[in-house]
């Protein structure tokens, strides 16, 4: 007696949730701190260049950080920016972003200063952009 009340009760729950439909055009999930593929695809037509993409999809990413960001660049500082990487290779800072095309991109992450630091040395106190590539 047990398992057919099991079983209409389990049909009961089942059916609506089985026969619910699907979005033809699924919601992209979207993380903070990375830029995914299909992200890029969807502005691949109106960026160039990833700047451009960055710049549209997660300006944070280029914002300046650190003390000297506060305005305490009276001391002659210059303002941290955070720094390109591509492939594991270090390119310069956030305008090497504009030197690369958006064709061969697969992902593009931010990294915090404090991971930066500890993966690739001194030099990234603004934090560092990681590029994929396909």
């Given at each position: 007696m047990r398992v057919p009340v099991f079983l209409a009760a389990f049909a009961l729950i089942a059916v609506p949730v089985l026969a619910q439909d699907k979005p033809d055009n699924p919601k992209i999930r979207r993380q903070t701190n990375v830029i995914s593929f299909e992200e890029i695809e969807a502005v691949r037509d109106q960026a160039t260049d990833l700047w451009t993409v960055v710049q549209r999809l997660r300006?944070?990413?280029?914002?300046?950080?650190?003390?000297?960001?506060?305005?305490?660049?009276?001391?002659?500082?210059?303002?941290?920016?955070?720094?390109?990487?591509?492939?594991?290779?270090?390119?310069?800072?956030?305008?090497?972003?504009r030197q690369l095309s958006t064709q061969s991109v697969k992902e593009i992450r931010y990294m915090s200063a404090a991971d930066a630091t500890t993966r690739f040395g001194?030099?990234?106190?603004?934090?560092?952009?990681?590029?994929?590539?396909r």
């Open positions: 300006p944070q990413f280029l914002r300046p950080r650190g003390a000297a960001s506060f305005g305490n660049n009276r001391s002659g500082n210059t303002v941290p920016v955070a720094q390109v990487v591509i492939d594991g290779v270090h390119r310069g800072d956030v305008q090497a972003l001194t030099g990234f106190d603004a934090g560092a952009i990681i590029v994929i590539t």
